[in-house]
């Protein structure tokens, strides 16, 4: 059995698709798990964008909101468009990378996007993250002290630099063994593939 690596970036909308399902999907394949989250902006900036492909092309942005509407009806869920798109998450990612091996990762990270994608909560803030941290019974100050320090800030930059080198072009992205598979759409050929493996 193979391990499935998911790239994911709190501030994706077909990142949340994939947040929310991967768990539940791997367990019940009884494929392992590794979260590894990164920062999308760096690599979009790396083409030449500012922002989200979905922002710069109108139509593919007016796309992608019909699809998301779709997409989680199809999983059964719930989905609020957000006002501000994409969002900032620099002080959620950081918390996420900084727990990635954590057994809290996952809860933390659903609840990350549900604020994001269902509550329209700006998420980039000390309040938000402490709120998401608490309702997990976590030390939220603690978290984000420690979130918050230069050899943690680092490592976000780093696991962003490890994403582009193993090729990552968008969220969410899937590796089994160095196989890749991009998008939330591939979620269930990665489970397959890594339960076949």
Known sequence: MKTLEIWFEFGSNYSYLS???????????????????????????????DTSP???????????????ERQCEK????????????????????????GKDSV??????????????????EIDSVETVSRAL????????????????????????EQTQRAQALGV???PTFFVAGEMFWGNDRLDEAIEWAARA
């Open 19 to 49: 947040v929310q399902r991967v768990g539940e999907l791997a367990r019940s394949r009884g494929v392992p798990l590794k979260w590894e989250p990164f920062l999308l902006g760096p690599i979009f900036k790396s083409f030449g964008w």
């Open 54 to 68: 979905f922002v710069l092309q109108e139509q593919k942005g007016r796309y992608m909101w019909r699809d998301m």
């Open 75 to 98: 999983y059964g869920l719930p989905w609020k468009r957000p006002t501000s798109f994409p969002r900032r998450a620099l002080l959620p990612m950081r918390v996420a990378v900084l």
């Open 104 to 121: 809290w990762i996952e809860a933390f990270s659903r609840r990350m996007m549900a604020l994001n994608f269902v509550e329209d909560q």
């Open 134 to 157: 608490v309702e997990l019974g976590l030390d939220a100050n603690a978290i984000i002290e420690q979130a918050q320090e230069s050899q943690n800030k680092e490592r976000l930059k």
């Open 169 to 171: 072009f968008g969220g």
